[in-house]
């Protein structure tokens, strides 16, 4: 359950429409739901605005089943990362509401939609080529899925550097940066030496025999000249999605200016 939906919950208990047991029946399972090889964490979403996602490389499709049901039954958000195509379609025959996005090797279901009083802007994701597009892809779906406004914007490494230059209006409007690159890493030191928005820049295993799987990318985004530069893991746009979700966040205090209320 996220904020919105406990809102919800209690206003309909305030105005009669949802009976205290009923309210009671919904929340039963928070903050925590054991299920078989899993405890579901129910309560993330409210703690850090970011739900609980399924790591499903290393799970079986019975276990992202029985997970996946837990989710869908409290009709909130469901995200699972690293899912092959063969798994997915297992998945899918059992759960077929559930979408497969196979670029990014992700499952959805109830994807979020933006919410103004809830977000800063506008989240752009840039990727150096097209071998990188499944790690961009993967950022993409998750920073989509958590209710932002995402920009996509690939193959503009700087080996042909006009092309980043032509979406300069759009870099600058941006309220994060999520920049995905391999080989040698030098794009987001680029994109960061341009914008003054937070950038998140994230390595990729692409890249011939001294690029060593991505670790000659992640050394020169962290060695960056440009100073403000955040790094996250090889090949985890996962990750970058769910930082520059954190930044594009407006805080508490803000979200009730927005509504009318004084603080």
Known sequence: MNQDSIEKLLTGVQQGDCSVEQA???LRHMPGQFIKDACIDHHRNLRTGIPEVIYGESKSSEQIITIAE???????????TRIDPVKARLIQKALPEIIYHEPARMLSCNMQKPNPAYI???IVILCAGTSDIPVAEEA????????NPVTSHY???????????????????A??????AGMEGALPSVVSGMCSCPVVAVPTSIGYGTSFGG???LL???????????????DNGFGAACHASAINRKNGSETLQDSGSTV
Request: charged share 10%; hydrophobic share 50%.
């Open 220 to 234: 020169g985004m962290l060695n960056s000249c440009a100073p403000g530069l955040a790094v996250v893991n090889i």
């Open 70 to 80: 837990t989710f869908l039954q409290q009709q909130t958000l469901f995200l699972a």
């Open 175 to 180: 309220s994060v940066i999520i920049v995905v």
């Open 140 to 147: 993409r779906i998750t920073a989509t899925a958590i209710g």
């Open 155 to 173: 193959d503009a490494g700087v080996a042909g550097l006009h092309r980043l230059f032509s979406q300069q209006e759009t870099l600058t409007s």
């Open 215 to 217: 670790i000659s990318a």
């Open 24 to 26: 009671l029946h919904k």
């Open 120 to 122: 800063r802007g506008n």
